[in-house]
């Protein structure tokens, strides 16, 4: 593998084309290496309307569905490996309401590890802040309402319920939680990089969660996790040395459930987003708001691209699938 200067000066062309094209404001590229070394560098802007900020190597990103493998997968992981939890048994033994007028119903069989795969009969999305803004009743809706069964697909409903585990467990709700080393549930608007300008919420979001559903709950399993490149970065260097969980939750975490899902996160596959040059144990995951992760064990590396690439709107086409492509094979090219 090059050494990390030359290849990180490669990476960050892709990025650095993107803002000058308007095809995203700014962004952040970091990469860290096994042993520590680390290469961090930003560029454009952290805000364009109603004002303009500069963006930073210490700008505060809404990490959006990253949540899911930075925070909520590894706590669930954790219950496993403590024995609170049994991953094939139902969510139904800490969510025992689940459904519970309906003692067959299909939601009451799904298991944590369905969940943690994204094997569920769950729906791919569901506008459940458009049912009201009523934290405790969405809840309740959400752990009542007869959903509609289809095949498993990537869905938020399964790291929703996950989230209500944690809190079940805990007695606090998601904010309450400690997000973990680096890492908020909110940031300071001034430190933050800019999402969308809200129609629901009429204001431009700033430092505040994006995802429309994790507003609504005030808090959830699936979304709501700030953090800024080094919080993310140094949380990749800790699975890729063993420091940062268990080694059991570590290989769950790079074991397929099924296809090209692993507990939590996706393993590399051709077309992905972390590029076609990664090694197959490269493990990563994405964020709507423009943010994503890759973790690759056997080359001892990891990268971050943290965009705002919905900023000032989601309705235009930043290209960013494209760019996390350039950029994660240019990290992994000769």
């Known amino acids: 593998m090059p050494p990390l200067s030359l290849t990180f000066e490669r990476a960050f062309a892709p990025l650095e084309a993107a803002v000058a094209a308007g095809r995203i404001p700014g962004g952040v590229l970091g990469v860290i290496d096994v042993d520590g070394t680390k290469q961090v560098r930003h560029i454009g802007k952290a805000q364009t309307v109603p004002t303009e900020r500069a963006m930073t190597e210490h700008t505060w990103f809404d990490?959006?569905?990253?949540?899911?493998?930075?925070f909520?997968?590894?706590?669930?992981?954790?219950?496993?490996?403590?024995?609170?939890?049994?991953?094939?048994?139902?969510l139904t033994t800490i969510l025992p309401d689940l459904r519970h007028y309906k003692a067959d119903a299909w939601e009451r069989q799904v298991t944590f590890r369905q969940c943690l795969g994204h094997q569920t009969p769950f729906p791919a999305v569901?506008?459940?802040?458009?049912?009201?803004?009523?934290?405790?009743?969405?809840?309740?809706?959400?752990?009542?309402?007869?959903?509609?069964?289809?095949?498993?697909?990537?869905s938020d409903?399964?790291?929703?319920?996950?989230?209500?585990?944690?809190?079940?467990?805990?007695?606090?709700?998601?904010?309450?939680?400690?997000?973990?080393?680096?890492?908020?549930?909110?940031?300071?608007?001034?430190?933050a990089a800019a999402t969308e300008d809200c129609y629901w919420r009429h204001r431009?979001?700033?430092?505040?969660?994006?995802?429309?559903?994790?507003?609504?709950?005030?808090?959830?399993?699936?979304?709501?996790?700030?953090?800024?490149?080094?919080?993310?970065?140094?949380?990749?260097?800790g699975l890729l040395d063993g420091?940062?969980?268990?080694s059991q939750?570590?290989?769950?975490?790079?074991?397929?459930?099924?296809?090209?899902?692993?507990?939590?996160?996706?393993?590399?596959?051709?077309?992905?987003?972390?590029?076609?040059?990664?090694?197959?144990?490269?493990?990563?995951?994405?964020?709507?708001?423009?943010?994503?992760?890759?973790?690759?064990?056997?080359?001892?590396?990891?990268?971050?691209l943290l965009t705002n690439r919905v900023h000032p709107t989601r309705h235009f086409d930043s290209g960013i699938v494209a760019l996390r492509r350039a950029v994660g094979d240019a990290i992994n090219g000769n």
């Not at 990490?63 to 930075?70: D, F, N, P, Q, R």
């Not at 079940?168 to 430190?191: H, M, Q, T, V, Y």
Request: proline share 5%; hydrophobic share 40%.
């Open 243 to 246: 420091t940062g969980a268990s």
């Open 72 to 90: 909520t997968t590894p706590a669930i992981l954790a219950l496993a490996d403590a024995g609170t939890i049994d991953l094939d048994a139902p």
């Open 204 to 237: 431009m979001l700033v430092g505040e969660v994006h995802d429309d559903n994790c507003s609504a709950l005030e808090g959830a399993g699936h979304a709501g996790l700030f953090g800024t490149v080094h919080s993310v970065l140094d949380h990749a260097r």
């Open 157 to 191: 409903i399964n790291f929703i319920l996950l989230g209500f585990v944690l809190e079940r467990l805990n007695k606090k709700w998601i904010r309450e939680l400690n997000a973990g080393p680096g890492f908020a549930w909110s940031a300071n608007p001034e430190d």
């Open 63 to 70: 990490l959006a569905s990253l949540t899911k493998v930075l």
């Open 126 to 154: 569901e506008p459940i802040y458009t049912y009201g803004r009523d934290p405790d009743l969405l809840r309740t809706f959400i752990l009542q309402r007869e959903w509609r069964a289809g095949p498993a697909v990537y």
């Open 249 to 304: 939750a570590i290989a769950l975490m790079r074991e397929p459930i099924h296809g090209n899902r692993t507990y939590g996160w996706e393993k590399s596959y051709a077309g992905w987003s972390g590029g076609d040059l990664c090694s197959p144990q490269t493990i990563g995951h994405t964020g709507f708001t423009g943010t994503g992760l890759w973790i690759d064990f056997a080359a001892g590396r990891a990268w971050t």
